[in-house]
């Protein structure tokens, strides 16, 4: 995504169609939360209001699809608008929201421009985030490549290990071989 524009179709990966539109009870957590990486100004939990905010952004998209922030940052008077606006616009600078889907509960959520429908989306032991890689060879020669940070929605803050046992984590857990392409520039 460019940092102004929410396309509608992340829109309806996001559960949000437009028989949606007129029941404003029906607007999932799950995409407002995702759009503000569940998290306020100061960091701590969003502010309710955020959802409302939403709701007006969907119901202002001027005959278009698709949500853009900086548009409907200029047409505002109210600075919590404006405020919203622009937690989502930095949120989803350089990012695509993605539905995955596997022996899980489908998880909605925001990834790098870059990754792709392949790529793996980890939880790695130590890193305050989710993560995108990419696997590259096969086998002996199999290694990661290290994509960028995600947020999904429900897997955050512990959330994904929270209620498994030590065991359990034990026996979900895979080894990666991460691999480092670096240029480094020399100091003459």
């Avoid at 008077?77 to 022996?103: D, H």
């Avoid at 803050?157 to 080894?175: F, H, K, N, Q, S």
Wanted: charged letters at 30%.
């Amino acid at each position: 995504m460019t940092e102004d524009i929410i396309p509608e179709e992340g829109l309806m990966l996001g559960g949000w169609s437009e028989s949606v539109d007129e029941d404003t009870d029906k607007l999932p957590d799950h995409l407002w939360r995702t759009l503000v990486a569940d998290r306020g100004p100061d960091g701590g939990n969003p502010p309710l209001w955020y959802r409302r905010a939403m709701l007006y952004c969907l119901a202002n998209r001027d005959g278009i699809d698709d949500v853009h922030t900086n548009r409907l940052i200029d047409q505002q008077k109210s600075s919590a608008m404006v405020e919203f606006l622009q937690r989502v616009s930095n949120v989803i600078w350089n990012k695509r929201l993605f539905l995955a889907k596997g022996n899980f509960k489908h998880r909605f959520g925001l990834a790098p421009t870059d990754a792709r429908p392949d790529d793996l989306i980890c939880v790695l032991l130590g890193c305050s985030v989710p993560v995108v890689l990419r696997q590259h060879g096969e086998g002996s020669e199999r290694y990661y490549e290290f994509v960028g940070e995600a947020y999904v929605y429900g897997m955050m803050d512990g959330e994904a290990v929270a209620g498994l046992t030590e065991e359990e984590i034990r026996t979900e857990a895979l080894e990666f071989r991460l691999r480092q392409n670096a240029t480094w520039l020399r100091r003459e």
